[in-house]
């Protein structure tokens, strides 16, 4: 495929990875890397999904428990767990996920807006479903994952 390839900009690169029994997906381009579980340092008086910060090569890092910002409960992590570091503008946040699936190529067309359910929370963490090789996968919305201070900072 060149840049010259009229369906070039219709591919997107996403992840995936598993919370909770569920798969979703983000765009490959906010991942820094992935890391194995590192018990996080608490930090007084901060919001119930942030599971503390750990030290990224210098860099103090907030670690964010993607299942309970999501609302699926709390994740007690273990060593199976796994943290996807993501980049959103200038913020840096780790993502406490169950673990990481799959990197994978698909067209735009196949994105279909999340349905309405009455809440909305869906809209404002998820943007689309990807429906392939019978699963459902939910987009998540990388900005939005992020506690408010952090976004508005940014």
Not at 18 to 40: K, L, S, Y
Not at 74 to 94: D, F, K, L
Not at 145 to 150: I, K, S
Request: aromatic content about 6%.
């Amino acid at each position: 495929m060149t840049e010259t390839d009229p369906t070039f900009d219709s591919k997107l690169e996403l992840i995936s990875f598993e919370i909770a029994g569920q798969e979703f997906c983000i765009d490959i381009r906010a991942v820094r890397e992935i890391r194995g579980w590192t018990p996080a340092t608490p930090i007084p008086q901060t919001p119930s999904y942030v599971k503390g910060v750990i030290n990224l090569r210098g860099a103090v890092i907030p670690v964010l428990d993607l299942r309970n910002r999501l609302g699926l409960g709390m994740t007690e992590p273990m060593s199976r767990h796994v943290i996807v570091v993501i980049q959103y503008e200038a913020n840096v946040v780790g993502l406490l996920v169950d673990g990481v699936q799959e990197t994978f190529q698909v067209d735009a067309t196949m994105l279909q807006p999340p349905p309405a359910v009455g809440s909305t929370a869906t809209t404002r963490f998820v943007d689309a479903i990807i429906p392939m090789e019978g699963r459902m996968l939910s987009r998540l919305v990388v900005g939005s994952l992020l506690p408010a201070e952090q976004r508005e900072a940014a």
